[in-house]
């Protein structure tokens, strides 16, 4: 078990630029998760898969945003022409069917100029 | 909607102080509880949770109990050590077929030797 990994861990970029994000879960995880933390604050839910599916966005998760999740295993996370309140930690997490019982990873610090 | 409220940080011990970090809870039906957990540099670990009204969920030595008539879930420890610094987040998910978790801003707890 080599845990929630993401890549890459940091990314800065300048505003109006687009960004990808990758997170690979546990392997045999089913769900999948995204979430947003900004500095000082508890992460925000942004959008869920089972398997391939995405059963959830959350409002937060704007039209520049879209995530995918092909074949049910790695997904992707991209944001098209970033903004300066783009800049987070974005939060990968996957988990069996037992609700609360999420593995988050590492995170990806996205910082916009 | 639902929410949770921590009380601010930073939390400031000394070792072997007894630490108590504050949780209530709002939401429509009968959520289920957790604490997390984020290590400097790591990603967000399940610390403990409870699923039911009276539930003590513990671990590492830390205890929370579900307070239904007083929607809490405060965190405590009898005795912190300098390893225990970090950022506590409390956090719920609602119902038995949710799957978002909805975090509060997060408690900086600092053990000083």
């Known amino acids: 078990d080599t845990g929630v990994s993401q890549d890459p861990r940091h990314k800065i970029t300048k505003r109006g630029q687009n960004v990808t994000f990758r997170c690979d879960p546990i392997?045999?995880?089913?769900?999948l998760y995204w979430y947003r933390q900004t500095l000082g604050q508890g992460p925000e839910f942004l959008t869920y898969f089972q398997n391939e599916a995405q059963l959830e966005k959350s409002r937060l998760l704007s039209d520049r945003f879209s995530a995918e999740r092909p074949k049910g295993s790695f997904s992707t996370l991209e944001i098209q022409r970033t903004e300066q309140g783009d800049s987070a930690m974005y939060l990968c997490a996957s988990s069996l069917e037992e609700p609360g019982r999420e593995f988050f990873g590492p995170g990806t610090r996205l910082t916009v100029l | 909607g639902d929410s949770v409220t921590q009380m601010e940080g930073p939390v400031t011990l000394s070792e072997e102080a007894f630490l108590t970090i504050n949780c209530t809870y709002t939401?429509?039906?009968?959520?289920?509880l957790f604490w997390y957990v984020q290590y400097p540099g790591e990603g967000l670990q399940l610390l403990l949770k409870a699923t039911k009204a009276d539930d003590k969920g513990s671990n590492k030595g830390f205890e929370a109990t579900y307070r239904k008539e007083t929607t809490s879930f405060h965190l405590e420890k009898g005795s912190v050590q300098v390893s225990d610094s970090a950022v506590y987040f409390c956090?719920?998910?609602?119902?038995?077929?949710?799957?978002?978790?909805?975090f509060g801003s997060g408690t900086r707890l600092l053990v000083r030797p």
């Open positions: 392997s045999e995880h089913n769900r």
């Open positions: 939401a429509t039906g009968y959520p289920s």
């Open positions: 956090a719920l998910i609602e119902g038995d077929s949710s799957y978002k978790l909805i």
